[in-house]
């Protein structure tokens, strides 16, 4: 391999937890429609103080994937939707916009395609929060399970 170059292919799959696995299998599977691909129970993994989970896995479309880890007897610190609580682990000073830059972006192909997510979402206990129509793109926006 040439120094100068890289050889990497993009994203496998970005990773985030999970207190509620089954909301967000209903969130992305159901809603969505992204098919779980994969998932795996890890019991008795890694070192000994390493709690038990189950890390599962999305097809997002493109190759790509988004994946959970759910630890089991682990509850959430927090509200995971205000800024600055224990559960983002952000300082408590943190302006609310800094915590609400987190997020994942999904492409779709057109606006038809995005006003049936919008659809799926607004039907379900997920619904849009927003939607921006700019010149160069259209978005929606919701939060997640998690």
């Known amino acids: 391999m040439n120094p100068n170059e890289h050889r990497a292919r993009g994203v496998d799959h970005a990773a985030f ?23 795996i129970c890890a019991a008795g993994w890694g070192p000994q103080e390493h709690p038990d989970f189950v890390h599962f896995f999305f097809d997002i479309g493109g190759g790509d994937r988004i994946a959970f880890f759910y630890y089991f007897g682990h509850e959430p ?44 979402l607004d039907a379900s206990e997920w619904p849009c929060e927003m939607q921006v129509n700019d010149k160069a793109i259209t978005e929606i926006y919701t939060h997640d399970p998690n």
């Open 17 to 39: 937890p999970t207190f509620d696995p089954a909301a967000t299998v209903r969130f992305y599977r159901d809603v969505l429609r992204f098919p779980v691909v994969h998932s």
């Open 77 to 120: 610190v927090g509200d995971p939707k205000a800024p600055g609580d224990a559960w983002a682990r952000l300082p408590e000073d943190t302006p609310w916009y800094f915590a609400n830059s987190r997020h994942l972006a999904i492409h779709v192909d057109s606006e038809e395609d995005l006003l049936e997510y919008r659809r799926r």
